[in-house]
């Protein structure tokens, strides 16, 4: 019974994967050149991985007791990248 709840609760993401599959293809017949892509993703999730995952991380680690300034590298993170 476990197995259809959980296929219950990812048939509501089908129209998130559709559109995100759409938006993915357009920009494949869009763009010749792979590279201009991959630069700009990779200096998105680069930007991530340095200024907002740690913050993320450390507030999920140090639960309650997580002083609310280290949460403001996310939005400097967002901005830089």
């Known amino acids: ?6 296929l219950a609760a990812d048939a509501s993401r089908v129209p998130l994967i559709v ?3 759409a938006v993915i293809a357009a920009v494949a ?3 010749e050149d792979i590279g201009v892509v991959v630069g700009v993703s990779g200096a998105l999730l680069g930007a991530a991985i340095v200024y907002c995952f ?6 999920r680690a140090r639960g309650a007791s997580t002083p609310q300034a280290v949460y403001g590298l996310i939005p400097l993170g967002a901005f830089l990248g």
């Open 29 to 31: 017949c869009a763009v």
């Open 54 to 59: 740690p913050p993320l991380i450390y507030g």
């Open 19 to 21: 559109a995100l599959l």
């Open 1 to 6: 019974r476990r197995a259809f709840r959980s």
